[in-house]
């Protein structure tokens, strides 16, 4: 399997495919091993199934989408009851299987079931992370993220307001984690058509940016002045447009 895997490591859609279709049957064949062996080891089974679940998500394409979806559902659903049972406390990797349900439920179409799943998620963050914890932030603006990809403005914006509700609790301040935030509300109001709204919270994660010591914000500051400087295209404010822009 890791040979197949690093031999065709690379962009090529037909060497990829052919990687996929000769890792999956083998990955397939040794969880069968495992899972009708007298004593399963649930650490074998964990590596294998998951594995096995992220291949069956990449080859999930075309007129096959459908059935490898379902196949990823139903290895992840199993996946989440061996972890329950077996480290209850591992809550990352917990999180992360309910937010791979999430997904896969949204793309079926059951979103009263993938918001199950990701109310779930969070509630375990919620309650396990300390309230200076910036994976709960993170996990927040994820899945604000996911729900402002989808149409549902509401929810998401609710998620984004709770982040910034808990960095304000938070010392010292993270600025460069509050401006990504606050891009994320202006990406909302921008979407919705709000744009002096959106381009003042710009103008305010860009500031944000700007003061933060840590030099992995750069790209967002370019991302965040050229929206400024698409903002002030669309009002005809050409002049100021330009100088964002350089």
């Known amino acids: 399997v890791e040979w197949y895997e690093s031999q065709f490591r690379d962009d090529d859609d037909i060497r990829r495919t052919y990687s996929l279709d000769k890792r999956i049957p083998i990955l397939e064949k040794m969880l069968s091993i495992i899972n009708h062996a007298d004593f399963r080891d649930e650490?074998?089974?964990l590596w294998i199934a998951t594995y096995l679940a992220k291949l069956y998500?990449?080859?999930?394409?075309?007129?096959?989408?459908?059935?490898?979806?379902?196949?990823?559902l139903n290895l992840y659903t199993e996946i989440l009851s061996v972890l329950r049972k077996t480290q209850p406390d591992n809550v990352s990797n917990i999180t992360k299987i309910l937010e791979e349900l999430s997904y896969l439920y949204w793309q079926q179409g059951n979103h009263i079931q993938a918001q199950s799943f990701f109310d779930e998620a969070l509630d375990i963050w919620r309650k396990t992370s300390p309230i200076d914890n910036i994976q709960l932030i993170k996990a927040l603006n994820s899945h604000a993220n996911f729900y402002q990809r989808h149409q549902w403005d509401s929810l998401a914006l609710w998620l984004y307001k709770e982040a910034l509700d808990i960095h304000n609790k938070m010392l010292p301040i993270n600025k460069g984690s509050i401006?990504?935030?606050?891009?994320n509300i202006a990406s909302l109001?921008?979407?919705?058509?709000?744009f002096k709204f959106s381009e003042k919270l710009y103008r305010k994660a860009l500031n944000l940016f700007r003061e933060s010591e840590n030099y992995n914000y750069k790209t967002d500051i370019l991302?965040?002045?050229?929206k400024i400087g698409d903002l002030r295209s669309m009002n005809n404010d050409y002049l100021n447009a330009v100088i964002f822009y350089k």
């Open 223 to 226: 991302n965040v002045v050229t």
């Open 189 to 194: 109001f921008e979407k919705n058509s709000r």
């Open 57 to 72: 998500k990449e080859q999930a394409s075309g007129s096959s989408k459908a059935s490898f979806d379902l196949k990823a």
């Open 43 to 45: 650490s074998d089974f």
């Open 179 to 183: 401006g990504q935030t606050l891009v």
